[in-house]
Structures are given as C-alpha cells and as structure tokens.
C-alpha cells in the first residue's frame, strides 16, 4: 500500500460538516450520485436504522495538503438534504501522488463496490490518459488476456502497472478504432470494440506495429478490397459474428467463441503477411495459430 492511513474515528456527521464534504467532491474520478443508494440509505435514516458509514478523505502531500472527498458523498448529501446527524468512520489517507489517490479510491467498495469501470476511471486520471473510456477497457482486457491468459480483474496496482506498460499499445489502438470525426463508438465500429480482437490486434501490433496498422486499417475501413483479400474475408466474418448477444452484433447473427474469433483473426493476418489467400477455416481443437 502506497497512501498512509493517518486518521481513523468514529465521529458525528453533521449536516455543516457534510456541506463542507460536498465541496471537496471533485475527484475528476469520482462515481456519480446513484439516486438507489440515496433512496437506500434515506429509508434506513428515516427509520433510524442507519448504523456507521464511512467518510473517506485524499490529503494530496503533492499538492499542498489538498483535500479530495473520495467515499461517503451519498451520506453526505443526504444529511445536508434531511438536517440530521449521523455516526461515520471518519479517515483520512495522505498521497504522495495521483497514482496513490486512485489506489486509495479503489480501496472503498462501502454501499456498492467499485467496479472495473470505476477503477480503471480512476487510474486513467492518475496516468493522465486521454483515451475514451471504451479503449482503456479495451486496452486492460487484452493486456490481462496477453498477460495471464484471461480477462478477469486485478488488483489496481496491477491494473496501473499493466497500463503504465502498454501505453503504447493504446496509442496504437486508438489510432485503428478512432475512424473518423465521430470517434471509437460510432455505430459502424462496433465490430471490432470487443477484448477478443483488441487481443488480435495486441498480438499483431507485437509482431509488426506498421503492418499492424495498415492489415486493421483496412479491416475498419474495406474500401477496395478484392472479395478474396484475406482482410475482406475477416471484415465479412466479423460484421456477421458476435462472441455473446451483448457485444458487436444482434442475437441473430452466429455467436462464437474467443477462441474462434481470435484464431480466424490471426489466420486472415498470416495470409495478409504472406500473401495468400485463405477462408478463415477454424479448428476447434487447434490452439491458436502463432502469429507471423
């Protein structure tokens, strides 16, 4: 653990000091108001059935002592809202640097724990990213599947460890899933913001940065594309293909696996590198193919 715990109390939340929360709430990751947690938390205030919530506070020692709310900005609002005090563990955590605050955001899962998404927020505010929220998830799922063969989650150290690694790779991925002005989510990309073929793209972008960009580019875009061109045949796979109901294509398109969509990929690129043709066949019982 980086942070310090420097302070750690039981103490009475009152709705001044709650206000006075409420102004250091704006950690640039912080999570939204979830009007559930508030309806929550109001019934068992009403009810006098709320016991001791927790109030957890960012001294940023690199920013002059600066004072970041990072949990209990549901309980706040709402004993500045209903007039009441409440009980609350009351800590306070000094940061030597923004990676530390993130660490230390993670670190809360009180009413709802921080998910993936909330995490990921956090450490993409401490290493300064620019990338749209769909690329960093993109970018952790492939690296995590590079790294230990699955895309499940890490700890944030970890998480920030594998970006800090990679950071060159998002560029890479960015630059392919941008298209144009409209950005990563336009509708006509959706086939390819999946972890399977970010996974693909990784592997490729390991063996060739520039062919890399040139064999997706063309995959994105297929513009002139012969219909026995091994990128044509992959964009035709992909556009049809889904690996579950809820990622890049309707439940009427063919549903497969990871390892279906990631070995057709590498077998469309290792006949764009030698240049021959191919049509995709898969071997279900087969690792993946190795790259070239």
Not at 34 to 43: G, Y
Not at 106 to 122: E, H, K, P, V
Not at 127 to 145: F, H, K, Y
Not at 246 to 259: I, Q
Request: hydrophobic content about 35%; aromatic content about 8%; some cysteine.
């Amino acid at each position: 653990m980086s942070y310090e715990i420097i302070y750690r109390q039981v103490r009475k939340l009152t709705p001044p000091t709650a206000r006075e929360l409420l102004e250091i709430n704006v950690y640039e990751g912080q999570r939204k108001l979830r009007q559930n947690n508030l309806s929550s938390i109001e019934t068992l205030m009403k009810r006098g059935e709320f016991t001791t919530g927790k109030i957890g506070i960012a001294i940023l020692r690199h920013k002059k002592n600066y004072r970041l709310l990072m949990n209990g900005q549901h309980i706040s609002t709402l004993v500045s809202n209903l007039n009441i005090t409440v009980d609350v563990m009351w800590e306070e955590a000094l940061c030597k640097n923004d990676v530390d605050v993130a660490h230390y955001f993670a670190s809360f899962d009180t009413l709802g724990a921080r998910n993936s998404s909330n995490i990921l927020g956090a450490i993409k505010v401490a290493l300064d990213l620019d990338w749209p929220n769909r690329i960093l998830s993109l970018v952790a799922g492939a690296t995590m599947m590079a790294d230990n063969g699955r895309a499940g989650m890490k700890t944030p150290y970890y998480l920030q460890n594998l970006l800090v690694k990679n950071q060159s790779f998002g560029n890479h991925l960015l630059t392919i899933l941008r298209g144009d002005a409209n950005g990563v989510c336009e509708k006509r990309l959706k086939f390819l913001l999946r972890k399977p073929i970010a996974f693909a793209i990784l592997t490729t972008y390991k063996i060739d940065e520039g062919d890399s960009l040139k064999f997706w580019s063309v995959v994105r875009d297929g513009i002139e594309l012969k219909k026995d061109d091994p990128r044509k045949k992959l964009r035709d796979y992909l556009l049809q293909t889904t690996f579950c109901f809820t990622h890049g294509a309707s439940s009427s398109r063919k549903v497969s696996t990871y390892h279906e969509l990631i070995s057709k990929c590498i077998t469309a690129w290792n006949a764009y590198r030698k240049g021959d043709r191919t049509d995709l066949k898969y071997y279900r019982d087969k690792p993946i193919p190795r790259a070239i």
